[in-house]
């Protein structure tokens, strides 16, 4: 499973793709508002972190097909290949995703609820899905079950399009959508330094590093007893 980055604050993106093995960025409407900042500066600023190899998955803000269109098209000419359309599963929406498709853009669909709003993105030529688990999970639905049902579906009919799971709350909703088969999971920062916290890590490290300060001394490490 790949992780992105579901942010639009560009220090955390730096300081996370500086220790994590990230492999791109999602942000939405609300993620770009939040920094009080130019639109296009974040992007450029996010764009120059991450670099042209990675993804950059931006949402368009127009209701209609063509402006939807339009939107893609420009966010492409000025960050790149790499740039990923986020488009709403709406009529229009699918309607602009097709027309993407069809022109070689590679489209995510988003604000997914359900496994069929999934199934039709695919259809029109997504190359990934955007179910949002823990909101889901806030109305008393199953998100964890919602992307199952997806993976599965994909896998039944043979569609590349990948699951790119969303909203999460916890490391738990994480771990279940990456064992229902989730090919993306985008969280927030915070999240993301959580997945590595264990106290039998903590506790492991923290007991041989102290062996090895009795032994040797505090600070020293394996480069200062080279030469010894």
Sequence with gaps: MLFLLDTANVKE???C???FPVAGVTTNPTLI???KRPFYDILT???AVIGEGSMLHVQVVGTDAETMVTEAKQLRDRFGAGTFPKIPVTPQGLKAIRILANSGFHVTATAIGAPLQALLAARAGASFTAPYVNRLDNIGADGVGVVAGIVRLFSAYGLSTKVLTASFKNVQQVLDVALAGAHTATMAPELLN???H??????GVA???ADWAEAYGAGVTTLDLASV
């Excluded at 264990?198 to 506790?203: A, N």
């Design 13 to 15: 993106i730096a300081r």
């Design 17 to 19: 793709f500086d220790l």
């Design 33 to 35: 508002a939040r920094e």
């Design 45 to 47: 600023d996010i764009r």
């Design 194 to 196: 959580l997945i590595l």
């Design 198 to 203: 264990h106290p039998l890590t903590d506790s």
């Design 207 to 209: 007991g041989f590093n």
